[in-house]
């Protein structure tokens, strides 16, 4: 584990073998966080988050507490999560925070926005810019304010070519991984 000497780490908080935690980033004491992973530049870890094995997440991002990152989570930079849907500075709402959960091996793009209480799916990628209000499945392409499904991609991040609904079978160009669509679910074989 490396931890940079700017960075503030609260007693308590569980890092992992091989975690590097980069220029001043702020764990705090309820956080859980996995081996091998990154945390860059000015990033925020909030008490009640769970950060699986080889996470990285970019500069300038701050995890907030009911947040949990499951392994191989890609994080770009200045992405942002929320935790509370209607916040107001004159109403304490912190009895309110809903649940987000970023299955294993999901990336979310540079600047884009997860709005609490939604689930995005295992290996899903969110285009960079995207704001997030609904569950994404796995495997989806999602881009724009709202984030809309534009296609499916690859555990390997390659875009696949497949429809949005209906059923096919697709190998993945960049490791040859077969991906089956059924409906409107798309699993690798």
Not at 68 to 89: H, I, Q
Request: net charge negative.
């Amino acid at each position: 584990m490396t931890i940079h000497p700017t960075a503030i780490v609260d007693d308590g908080a569980e890092i992992g073998d091989g975690t590097r935690v980069w220029h001043w980033v702020h764990v705090c004491a309820g956080a859980r966080i996995g081996r091998d992973c990154s945390l860059g530049q000015n990033v925020y870890v909030g008490n009640r988050v769970s950060i699986g094995d080889n996470v990285k997440i970019q500069n300038n991002v701050s995890v907030y507490d009911d947040v949990t990152l499951e392994d191989d989570v890609f994080c770009g930079p200045s992405m942002v999560f929320t935790n509370v849907y209607n916040p107001r500075a004159a109403v304490s709402r912190k009895d309110e925070y809903r649940t987000t959960v970023i299955r294993q091996g999901a990336t979310l793009g540079a600047n884009c926005t997860i709005v609490c209480g939604v689930e995005i799916g295992r290996n899903a990628f969110i285009g960079a810019g995207s704001v997030v209000n609904r569950d994404v499945p796995a495997f989806a392409l999602v881009v724009g304010v709202p984030a809309r499904q534009v296609g499916w991609m690859s555990a390997h991040g390659e875009r696949l070519e497949l429809p949005l609904d209906g059923t096919g079978e697709v190998r993945c160009p960049g490791d040859g991984s077969l991906y089956r669509l059924s409906g409107k679910m798309l699993e690798r074989v």
